[in-house]
Structure formats: C-alpha cells, structure tokens
Nanobody, 118 residues
Framework: QVQLVESGGGLVQPGGSLRLSCAASGITFSGYSMGWYRQAPGKEREFVALVWSSGSAYVDTSMQDRFTVSRDNAKKAVYLQMNSLKPEDTAVYFC????????????WGQGTQVTVSS
C-alpha cells in the first residue's frame, strides 16, 4: 500500500521560509507524479504544485513566484520550498502521488500544518 509522510510544517512569521518534505513508500509502479495540495479552514482544497516523472514541474500561478517544487527519485520524495510566506499561505499541506499509468488514481498523505503568523 502506498504511504506518504509529510514533514517540515510549523509556525513561521510572514516573510519567512519553510521547506516541506514528503517521503513515499510502497510504490510498485514506475511512472508517477508527486505534488502538493493545501487546504485552509473553510476553504476548498487547492492545488499547489506537481512534478511529473519526467522531471517537468509546475507551480500554481498564484504561488510560482515564491514556491519551488522538486523531487528526488532515488528517495521517492518530493519537496516544496516556500519563501516569502504570507498569512494566506496558512493551511494544511498534503502530499500526493498520481499514477501516470492509471488516470484518476491519487494517493494522499496525512498533511502537515503550516501557520504563517506574527
């Protein structure tokens, strides 16, 4: 069974930085993308970033000037570097794995809390 474990969340002041990590295990398929979503209280789950198995990466337009996503295939890990954090970035951040061979199959981590506050 696929398991995703996020880490790196916490409390940070506006303008600060955090680096989120997600380690995957139990992956038996070769092609998969890894990414990040986030959800704030009372808000819909929001797409943040995605890295395909090819290495191609995309960050949502609203965040791409501040966030960077990357992956380490050997470690089966994905990272989200978040800079210039704003209070509106406060949310639970979820790691995802999408199978590239089966459209619509997505695995989720448990989430890690990011709080941006003075």
């Amino acid at each position: 069974q696929v398991q995703l474990v996020e880490s790196g969340g916490g409390l940070v002041q506006p303008g600060g930085s955090l680096r989120l990590s997600c380690a995957a295990s139990g992956i038996t398929f070769s092609g998969y993308s890894m990414g990040w979503y986030r959800q704030a209280p009372g808000k819909e789950r929001e797409f943040v970033a995605l890295v395909w198995s090819s290495g191609s990466a995309y960050v949502d337009t609203s965040m791409q000037d501040r966030f960077t996503v990357s992956r380490d295939n050997a470690k089966k890990a994905v990272y989200l570097q978040m800079n210039s954090l704003k209070p509106e970035d406060t949310a639970v951040y979820f790691c995802t794995v999408d199978r590239e061979d089966l459209v619509g199959v997505r695995y989720w981590g448990q989430g890690t809390q990011v709080t941006v506050s003075s």
